[in-house]
């Protein structure tokens, strides 16, 4: 082998192993490390240190829920007394997307200590466990037990000691089982955490395209508005008076343009500067300034009802007129800054709605916003400057430009609610659930429909006896969206807006339900036949989506397969995955892939996060950190560690009737054709093995 395929072997090779040891580690993103600190001569401060990595979150103790909630238990001994309760550093109380709720959490680092006091003279142990989860903004992986042991001498003079933990996450490596004890810190991050990171900045650049795409047209509507579309014959008519020079009138036009562009996107910096990426996090999350996004809203949309118009004040508006009467490049500045100020009363809300939906995301946001805003807003004047033989193909002002700011009103209104919405699931007031959400926007863009009909109108609209063929299609356009909302009062998922009505499970009625309970009873009220082998375990409080039917357990998953010669579909899950539930309703729900499931697989659901305790017979020591599992969550978190070195979810398995894989497993993919082909080739791939037989 000569030194070039050499070294293209060696590259494929490297590749092909990152690419299996991404797929496959182990994610650990909570590295815990311990240390002790004499207080005195008879008491000893014990410390927890937790070191987490970079977008995942470690629970506090203080929450109502166990797990995610971080709890210590300390082995009895009569050689000291605890002091109090374990204490802990100041914790982030936030939305949690996983638990739909307002939750206490750690990011970056946390501390927890718990006080004692010596009551032995000779060197003794101090023992226990403490069980925590750690989550990020997708998924939480199982709950971890982590066993912990410190060594008090009474007669140390040493202000502190650092000490070993007797069991950490990390403790698999062939040295920790022999020693029993692992060095702090030594566990680096999975690779697979670096995949995720990837995926999120490959979503981050997407948000951030969306957020330019929208803002840019937003630019344009705002041009078609009765503050703005008139001022542009003016405006370049004032750059081209000078027909002597065109080329200075065109240089000081692009001037007006660019500067437009940079007073808008300043003040996306400003706010991005301002509020920064932390706030972003309150501003999304907080009850607080989701009401006051509420209000902001619905003061933007009466302003373009025609209920009373925000305007700057005059004195600012002069002073920057005269200033534009210099002329030159410091005039055409000033012009631009003159257009901003008295257009605000059209372009006020449009601009204060990009910056207060894109101040909740990343810092970049209101900047992208604005750039985007502005870009579309300079480009008309711009060209007609270069080009003013083409304003004599633009329309005449008239009524229509009202008629673009009602129909914004119409729109602000709606998306208003979105902000009302987040504080509404976030502290369970039950004000605007899913149903009543709905029925709003079905509402609201019912009126804006018959709006653009001509059946309604505002103070400001001019008469009109006829409407034109324009606002006939956007009113056709707009029907059509109302009686696509009305199925989803009964239950339609309607992915399209899924980012922006509440969750389903908010919804009071959904007739998807009632009709699947109802098929599955048949007419003496037994249940009906179906494709099971027997009554599935724990059925009473774990359930498959879309009235799927399959097991809960992988014995019993496993026992069926043999017996109706069928692979196994495994999923990974858990209660507190959104990732989960993504996949469920957007790739699960596909009428191709429910075929496959229902007919094609033994499909068994293993919850890694379930508490439910197991009988004694049914516990399992684990192979993977010796400790005996008793509960279903930390079983099955365990079988999908053990057997195949992944602990997040969602994951995806196909297994012969011997527990074997088929083909390669597949996590959280929203692309369906590639989870249609997963599917069909792992029935291929059993079919195949069957012939071998």
């Known amino acids: 082998m000569n030194s070039k395929r050499l070294k293209y072997f060696l590259i494929f090779s490297t590749l092909l192993f990152i690419n299996i040891t991404a797929f496959s580690q182990v994610l650990e993103p909570v590295k815990w490390s311990y240390s002790q600190k004499m207080i005195g001569t008879d008491q000893v401060e014990?410390?927890?240190?937790?070191?987490?990595?970079?977008?995942?979150?470690?629970?506090?103790?203080?929450?109502?829920?166990?797990?995610?909630?971080?709890?210590?238990?300390?082995t009895d001994s009569k050689d000291y007394k605890r002091m109090g309760k374990v204490s802990e550093t100041k914790s982030i109380s936030e939305y949690d997307p996983n638990f739909k709720m307002v939750l206490k959490y750690f990011?970056?680092?946390?501390?927890?200590?718990?006080?004692?006091k010596i009551l032995s003279q000779k060197p003794f142990l101090v023992k226990g466990t403490f069980e925590f989860m750690s989550c990020d903004d997708k998924q939480c992986l199982p709950p971890n037990d982590v066993d912990f042991e410190f060594k008090i001498n009474p007669g140390a003079t040493t202000a502190e000691t650092n000490v070993a933990p007797a069991d950490t996450v990390a403790a698999t490596t062939a040295a920790a089982k022999d020693t029993g004890k692992v060095a702090k810190d030594t566990v680096k991050p999975a690779p697979v955490a670096a995949s995720a990171d990837s995926s999120v900045m490959s979503t981050a650049n997407k948000s951030l395209w969306l957020v330019f795409f929208l803002s840019f047209l937003a630019g344009l509507l705002a041009i078609l508005t009765p503050c703005v579309f008139p001022m542009i014959p003016m405006t370049v008519t004032f750059f081209m008076h000078d027909s002597s020079n065109k080329a200075k009138a065109r240089l000081q036009a692009l001037v007006y343009g660019f500067s437009i562009i940079a007073i808008y996107t300043i003040i996306g910096t400003v706010v991005a500067v301002t509020l920064g990426a932390n706030f972003a996090n309150f501003l999304s999350t907080h009850w607080l300034p989701?009401?006051?996004?509420?209000?902001?809203?619905?003061?933007?949309?009466?302003?373009?009802?025609?209920?009373?118009?925000?305007?700057m004040p005059s004195w600012m508006v002069n002073k920057a007129d005269s200033k534009a009467d210099k002329g030159g490049i410091v005039g055409a500045f000033f012009m631009a800054f003159t257009l901003v100020l008295v257009s605000f009363s059209c372009t006020g809300p449009i601009v204060g709605a990009i910056l207060v939906a894109s101040a909740g995301g990343q810092i970049l946001q209101p900047i992208i916003g604005m750039f985007g805003f502005s870009l579309a807003f300079a480009l008309p004047f711009t060209l007609f400057a270069f080009f003013p033989s083409w304003l004599s193909n633009l329309p005449k002002s008239g009524g229509w430009l009202n008629s673009v700011k009602v129909v914004l009103a119409f729109i602000e209104l709606a998306l208003g609610l979105k902000f009302l919405s987040i504080a509404?699931?976030?502290?369970?007031?039950?004000?605007?659930?899913?149903?009543?959400?709905?029925?709003?926007?079905?509402?609201?863009?019912?009126?804006?429909?018959?709006?653009?009909l001509g059946k309604l109108k505002f103070a400001h609209d001019s008469d009109s006896k006829h409407i034109g063929v324009p606002r006939l299609i956007l009113a056709i356009i707009t029907f059509a969206f109302v009686v696509y909302m009305i199925p989803g009062m009964f239950g339609a998922p309607l992915k399209v807006l899924s980012g922006y009505i509440p969750p389903q499970q908010s919804l009071d009625f959904d007739l998807n339900t009632i009709i699947r309970d109802n098929v599955k009873m048949s007419s003496n009220g037994q249940t009906a036949n179906t494709s099971l082998c027997d009554t599935p375990k724990y059925k009473e409080f774990l359930h498959l989506p879309h009235g799927l039917e399959g097991y809960f357990d992988y014995d019993q998953a496993l026992a069926c397969s043999q017996k109706e010669n069928k692979p196994i579909f495994v999923d990974f899950t858990g209660h507190g995955c959104v990732n989960c539930r993504e996949m469920e309703a957007n790739v699960w729900s596909d009428p191709r892939v429910l075929q496959r499931l229902r007919n094609n697989f033994v499909i068994v659901a293993l919850?890694?996060?379930?508490?439910?305790?197991?009988?004694e017979k049914e516990w399992v020591k684990s192979s993977y950190d010796g400790k005996m599992k008793t509960s279903i969550g930390k079983k099955f978190a365990d079988f999908q560690i053990t057997h195949f070195n992944v602990n997040a979810q969602p994951y995806y398995v196909l297994l012969d009737s011997k527990g074997e894989k088929l083909v390669a497993p597949r996590a959280y993919n929203l692309n369906i054709d590639e989870f249609i082909k997963f599917l069909d080739d792992g029935v291929a791939a059993y079919k195949k093995k069957q012939e071998m037989k």
């Open 107 to 116: 990011k970056d680092r946390a501390v927890f200590k718990q006080k004692i």
């Open 46 to 74: 014990l410390i927890f240190t937790a070191k987490i990595e970079r977008n995942w979150h470690l629970y506090s103790q203080h929450i109502s829920m166990s797990p995610p909630a971080t709890t210590f238990t300390f």
């Open 607 to 615: 919850y890694v996060d379930d508490k439910t305790e197991l009988p």
């Open 290 to 311: 989701n009401i006051l996004f509420f209000i902001i809203f619905m003061v933007f949309a009466a302003s373009f009802f025609g209920m009373f118009e925000i305007t």
């Open 424 to 452: 509404d699931q976030t502290y369970h007031w039950h004000i605007l659930d899913r149903e009543v959400y709905l029925s709003l926007w079905i509402v609201i863009f019912t009126l804006c429909g018959f709006y653009l």
